[in-house]
């Protein structure tokens, strides 16, 4: 049913978009799309651009061509043929007013979480070419405000929500203290040279949810892990100058997580329950500075829980009773293959687990991601119209309990869940951890 | 002060503390900490709830804290600590506190000689540093990328000049952000203010700048270089202070620049970390000649060795003719001196020392969870607990080693040629 819901999704008006796309003028366009064609990209782009041949199979695949109403432009074939379809169709010659649309399409109607590329005959990564697509609208200054204010914090403090540097230790020692409240000798060690971990987090933690730092906590000191927290801007391991297109930021973000856990020495990162990082970090931020791999070996909190538990560094008093369903996200799972360790800690964990349907690299987008959540409140609405068909995966399930190891699948899921109305809990798993963990006398 | 040639060098083991008979007075013991010397061996202990002291050689300091974090000697060897006494910070020197308190104390810096300590300071939420335990006259919104001038006379940092209220992008936009040397804000503002770095004699500040999302370059006591790049990483001064060099991104590649021209004709994926000899006559950078290819580029002429995943910064031979630095491959660190790699393999290596007279190298090294020192590719047969970075006497010829062998901490002085 094309046009469904389109009176809720279009016509929105952002300050970023809207105030940067005024700035515009045609030579400045044409200009900056040659030379972020020319310079940054090469026969990838080419090839995946010839090569689609438009069988549609991609569509499927997508969440937001799912939800509204199977309209065929929200396919990912659609959304490049509405992008870089045109810029290559017109050679570059669009206008200012193409440019926010492109900007608003390549930043909320595409997660970048690449499931369509699986259903690819020829394995065309689109979300590589969405991310083209934002980068031509980074240059050209036309980005929603709210994550293009992220990238700024990121710019300045090394994290993404303005957190300045005292208030980061702060918090660390406040959480610390209350911790010490339940186990009086416990302690969130900063700065420790030599430390075997570093624990690593995204701001978030810091800002607003400081409980899931006080978790970790009791979960590292109930492992005996020797492990430390940085008291130095490099804490944060998030990363939305990836999604915005501003690579060099996305560079300086991920060099200074990487120096911080060389600096002190450690053996290993860790880092907490969050997707979108853990593909800068091992993918994305890592090879623009030109490290194949992550320089200092890093792993996702699910790895973490796996181990721990596989090693019975963490025993279950009481395995947690109510039903609990699982989202993958699709940066951990889908790009970083932990479908299986997920499902063993999960199993672990609960008593009950029902599986949602599709899962694993499968499973549907929660339409937060690639940093759709990040462009805010303006576009909240569509967000919650164009993946419909997540409200009704979930519901399918009939848990009580959805478990999402990654934060902006947690913040979109609870979204989803309070627009649909559905009734169902959401929690990390270490949320699960620390209620069902044995802990120390 | 006479400096290392004052310590006790006569070879021999010294039991100086056992740390075992601190566990029964204390709740717990926090990271031990080493003197430069060896003489002293320290943590933060736990006395009783929000009561935090300093141990040292088994004394605990006369002042009891609320909280006390970032326990560092001085390269003088004072020992320094941030503490709280009912809500207020400040910084305490061998047990006695600053006057002046603060809202809050983070970031301790010394100077290379250890005469002059800075730390940032938050106040009223304003932000600034103190010198020597005295604050700058002007505070700031928001402060960055502190820096302490090598001869401790002059701090700087980037400063938050204009206010800004989150999702002011376009505020943002224009320019918000400076540095500031000694508290007084450069009169030029950028997007962005980074790492800086102080000339010798502490009268000039280099900082990397962004003046528009896309534009990178150099700027000089507030002036920026004419040119500009797709990005740039930390400047340094030559050590005559005249000249001023940054790696920048030309397109896709780094090259190094000196007062905004291009300096050395390589290109690479990767390069930063680069430093003078104390001659001045040779720069070495940490450089990857090809993508997930690293090493050390010498004057603008790569090693013929790499690695795969890091390259730390390159240490240069007080004689100026030797460069070391320490490097991984996959999950082994191993040392490089001069393009050729050390046989042994480590777990984790600290930064390479040089003996006075460049002839040999030594590390601190772990293997296997335990640590020792490894000298010109020998290791030290003991294994230890814990080990401290070492220490060559001024002849070249002893090394000091501090170590923790069964909760009992030691001091060494060791031939070179016991180990080598």
Same mark, same amino acid.
């Given at each position: 049913?094309?046009?469904?819901?389109?009176?809720?999704?279009?016509?929105?008006?952002?300050?970023?978009?809207?105030?940067?796309?005024?700035?515009?003028?045609?030579?400045?366009?044409?200009?900056?799309?040659?030379?972020?064609?020319?310079?940054?990209?090469?026969?990838?782009?080419?090839?995946?651009?010839?090569?689609?041949?438009?069988?549609?199979?991609?569509?499927?695949?997508?969440?937001?061509?799912?939800?509204?109403?199977?309209?065929?432009?929200?396919?990912?074939?659609?959304?490049?043929?509405?992008?870089?379809?045109?810029?290559?169709?017109?050679?570059?010659?669009?206008?200012?007013?193409?440019?926010?649309?492109?900007?608003?399409?390549?930043?909320?109607?595409?997660?970048?979480?690449?499931?369509?590329?699986?259903?690819?005959?020829?394995?065309?990564?689109?979300?590589?070419?969405?991310?083209?697509?934002?980068?031509?609208?980074?240059?050209?200054?036309?980005?929603?405000?709210?994550?293009?204010?992220?990238?700024?914090?990121?710019?300045?403090?090394?994290?993404?929500?303005?957190?300045?540097?005292?208030?980061?230790?702060?918090?660390?020692?406040?959480?610390?203290?209350?911790?010490?409240?339940?186990?009086?000798?416990?302690?969130?060690?900063?700065?420790?040279?030599?430390?075997?971990?570093?624990?690593?987090?995204?701001?978030?933690?810091?800002?607003?949810?400081?409980?899931?730092?006080?978790?970790?906590?009791?979960?590292?000191?109930?492992?005996?892990?020797?492990?430390?927290?940085?008291?130095?801007?490099?804490?944060?391991?998030?990363?939305?100058?990836?999604?915005?297109?501003?690579?060099?930021?996305?560079?300086?973000?991920? #060099? +200074?997580?990487? $120096?911080?856990?060389? *600096?002190?020495?450690?053996? @290993?990162?860790?880092?907490?329950?969050?997707? !979108? =990082?853990? #593909? +800068?970090?091992? $993918?994305?931020?890592? *090879?623009?500075?030109?490290? @194949?791999?992550?320089?200092?070996?890093?792993? !996702? =909190?699910?790895?973490?829980?796996? $181990?721990?538990?596989?090693?019975?560094?963490?025993?279950?008093?009481?395995?947690?009773?109510?039903?609990?369903?699982?989202?993958?996200?699709?940066?951990?799972?889908?790009?970083?293959?932990?479908?299986?360790?997920?499902?063993?800690?999960?199993?672990?964990?609960?008593?009950?687990?029902?599986?949602?349907?599709?899962?694993?690299?499968?499973?549907?987008?929660?339409?937060?991601?690639?940093?759709?959540?990040?462009?805010?409140?303006?576009?909240?609405?569509?967000?919650?119209?164009?993946?419909?068909?997540?409200?009704?995966?979930?519901?399918?399930?009939?848990?009580?309990?959805?478990?999402?190891?990654?934060?902006?699948?947690?913040?979109?899921?609870?979204?989803?869940?309070?627009?649909?109305?559905?009734?169902?809990?959401?929690?990390?798993?270490?949320?699960?951890?620390?209620?069902?963990?044995?802990?120390?006398? | 002060?006479?400096?290392?040639?004052?310590?006790?060098?006569?070879?021999?083991?010294?039991?100086?503390?056992?740390?075992?008979?601190?566990?029964?007075?204390?709740?717990?013991?926090?990271?031990?900490?080493?003197?430069?010397?060896?003489?002293?061996?320290?943590?933060?202990?736990?006395?009783?709830?929000?009561?935090?002291?300093?141990?040292?050689?088994?004394?605990?300091?006369?002042?009891?804290?609320?909280?006390?974090?970032?326990?560092?000697?001085?390269?003088?060897?004072?020992?320094?600590?941030?503490?709280?006494?009912?809500?207020?910070?400040?910084?305490?020197?061998?047990?006695?506190?600053?006057?002046?308190?603060?809202?809050?104390?983070?970031?301790?810096?010394?100077?290379?000689?250890?005469?002059?300590?800075?730390?940032?300071?938050?106040?009223?939420?304003?932000?600034?540093?103190?010198?020597?335990?005295?604050?700058?006259?002007?505070?700031?919104?928001?402060?960055?990328?502190?820096?302490?001038?090598?001869?401790?006379?002059?701090?700087?940092?980037?400063?938050?000049?204009?206010?800004?209220?989150?999702?002011?992008?376009?505020?943002?936009?224009?320019?918000?952000?400076?540095?500031?040397?000694?508290?007084?804000?450069?009169?030029?503002?950028?997007?962005?203010?980074?790492?800086?770095?102080?000339?010798?004699?502490?009268?000039?500040?280099?900082?990397?700048?962004?003046?528009?999302?896309?534009?990178?370059?150099?700027?000089?006591?507030?002036?920026?270089?004419?040119?500009?790049?797709?990005?740039?990483?930390?400047?340094?001064?030559?050590?005559?202070?005249?000249?001023?060099?940054?790696?920048?991104?030309?397109?896709?590649?780094?090259?190094?620049?000196?007062?905004?021209?291009?300096?050395?004709?390589?290109?690479?994926?990767?390069?930063?970390?680069?430093?003078?000899?104390?001659?001045?006559?040779?720069?070495?950078?940490?450089?990857?000649?090809?993508?997930?290819?690293?090493?050390?580029?010498?004057?603008?002429?790569?090693?013929?060795?790499?690695?795969?995943?890091?390259?730390?910064?390159?240490?240069?031979?007080?004689?100026?003719?030797?460069?070391?630095?320490?490097?991984?491959?996959?999950?082994?660190?191993?040392?490089?001196?001069?393009?050729?790699?050390?046989?042994?393999?480590?777990?984790?290596?600290?930064?390479?020392?040089?003996?006075?007279?460049?002839?040999?190298?030594?590390?601190?090294?772990?293997?296997?969870?335990?640590?020792?020192?490894?000298?010109?590719?020998?290791?030290?047969?003991?294994?230890?607990?814990?080990?401290?970075?070492?220490?060559?006497?001024?002849?070249?010829?002893?090394?000091?080693?501090?170590?923790?062998?069964?909760?009992?901490?030691?001091?060494?002085?060791?031939?070179?040629?016991?180990?080598?």
């Amino acid at each position: 049913m094309p046009g469904f819901a389109a009176n809720k999704v279009e016509n929105i008006l952002d300050e970023g978009i809207e105030k940067g796309g005024a700035k515009l003028d045609n030579k400045q366009i044409e200009d900056v799309i040659k030379s972020v064609l020319d310079t940054e990209t090469g026969e990838r782009l080419k090839i995946y651009v010839d090569t689609c041949v438009h069988c549609g199979l991609c569509s499927d695949a997508c969440h937001h061509f799912l939800s509204m109403g199977r309209d065929p432009k929200y396919s990912p074939a659609g959304k490049v043929k509405r992008t870089l379809g045109e810029i290559f169709r017109k050679k570059g010659k669009v206008s200012p007013e193409f440019i926010k649309s492109a900007s608003i399409i390549a930043s909320t109607e595409c997660n970048v979480c690449r499931r369509c590329s699986m259903y690819c005959p020829f394995g065309i990564d689109v979300a590589y070419m969405m991310k083209v697509v934002r980068r031509i609208c980074h240059k050209l200054g036309v980005t929603a405000l709210y994550i293009q204010d992220t990238a700024h914090s990121h710019s300045v403090t090394m994290n993404q929500m303005w957190v300045k540097e005292d208030e980061w230790v702060d918090t660390l020692q406040w959480q610390e203290e209350e911790a010490q409240a339940e186990f009086p000798k416990l302690r969130i060690p900063l700065e420790k040279e030599g430390a075997e971990i570093m624990y690593s987090v995204i701001a978030p933690e810091p800002k607003f949810q400081a409980q899931l730092i006080y978790q970790a906590a009791i979960i590292m000191n109930t492992a005996g892990i020797d492990w430390t927290m940085p008291a130095t801007p490099g804490w944060d391991n998030s990363d939305m100058a990836m999604y915005t297109g501003d690579f060099e930021i996305m560079g300086r973000l991920k #060099r +200074s997580h990487f $120096d911080t856990a060389a *600096r002190l020495k450690v053996k @290993k990162i860790v880092m907490g329950e969050c997707g !979108h =990082a853990f #593909r +800068s970090v091992y $993918d994305v931020g890592n *090879r623009w500075l030109g490290w @194949k791999r992550p320089p200092v070996p890093i792993i !996702h =909190a699910l790895e973490f829980y796996y $181990d721990l538990l596989k090693a019975g560094k963490i025993k279950i008093r009481e395995k947690y009773k109510k039903s609990v369903t699982l989202h993958d996200p699709c940066n951990v799972i889908r790009g970083g293959g932990l479908a299986d360790k997920s499902r063993y800690v999960v199993n672990a964990l609960c008593d009950n687990f029902i599986e949602m349907h599709p899962n694993r690299e499968h499973n549907y987008c929660c339409n937060a991601g690639g940093g759709v959540i990040n462009c805010g409140p303006p576009f909240k609405n569509k967000r919650m119209v164009s993946n419909k068909v997540k409200a009704d995966q979930l519901i399918a399930t009939g848990a009580e309990v959805l478990l999402s190891p990654c934060h902006n699948c947690y913040s979109g899921l609870e979204d989803i869940i309070g627009h649909y109305k559905i009734n169902m809990e959401i929690k990390f798993i270490s949320d699960i951890i620390y209620e069902v963990m044995e802990k120390p006398a | 002060m006479c400096g290392i040639s004052c310590w006790d060098w006569n070879i021999g083991k010294r039991l100086v503390a056992d740390i075992s008979s601190w566990e029964d007075k204390f709740n717990w013991i926090e990271e031990l900490h080493a003197s430069p010397d060896g003489e002293r061996i320290a943590a933060i202990v736990n006395i009783d709830e929000a009561e935090f002291s300093v141990c040292v050689n088994g004394e605990t300091w006369e002042n009891i804290f609320d909280k006390i974090w970032f326990l560092r000697f001085s390269p003088d060897g004072r020992l320094t600590a941030i503490v709280s006494e009912d809500g207020e910070w400040t910084l305490a020197v061998d047990g006695i506190p600053w006057e002046n308190r603060f809202d809050y104390v983070w970031n301790t810096l010394f100077n290379k000689s250890g005469t002059d300590i800075a730390v940032a300071i938050q106040q009223d939420a304003k932000y600034s540093m103190a010198l020597n335990g005295v604050p700058w006259e002007n505070s700031f919104d928001n402060m960055t990328s502190m820096t302490l001038s090598h001869d401790g006379t002059k701090t700087a940092a980037s400063v938050q000049v204009l206010p800004h209220k989150e999702g002011e992008i376009f505020k943002f936009q224009e320019g918000i952000y400076t540095a500031a040397a000694g508290g007084i804000a450069w009169d030029k503002n950028f997007i962005n203010v980074w790492n800086m770095s102080f000339s010798p004699d502490s009268n000039k500040l280099a900082a990397e700048v962004r003046s528009s999302l896309y534009d990178y370059t150099i700027a000089v006591n507030g002036k920026p270089w004419d040119q500009i790049f797709g990005c740039v990483w930390e400047p340094l001064f030559d050590p005559s202070g005249t000249s001023v060099t940054a790696p920048v991104k030309i397109g896709e590649k780094w090259t190094l620049a000196e007062d905004g021209k291009v300096l050395w004709d390589s290109k690479f994926v990767q390069l930063w970390r680069h430093k003078y000899s104390y001659d001045g006559t040779k720069i070495a950078a940490v450089v990857a000649p090809r993508f997930g290819k690293w090493t050390i580029a010498v004057n603008d002429k790569p090693w013929g060795i790499t690695f795969e995943d890091f390259v730390c910064d390159p240490v240069f031979s007080p004689n100026n003719k030797k460069i070391a630095a320490i490097a991984k491959n996959s999950d082994k660190w191993v040392v490089a001196v001069d393009g050729k790699e050390w046989e042994n393999n480590f777990d984790m290596v600290w930064d390479p020392v040089f003996s006075p007279d460049s002839e040999h190298l030594a590390v601190k090294v772990e293997k296997n969870g335990k640590y020792t020192i490894a000298i010109d590719d020998k290791l030290w047969g003991n294994e230890c607990d814990a080990v401290w970075e070492p220490i060559f006497n001024q002849a070249g010829d002893s090394i000091l080693i501090k170590t923790i062998e069964n909760n009992k901490y030691y001091r060494y002085i060791i031939p070179v040629n016991e180990i080598v």
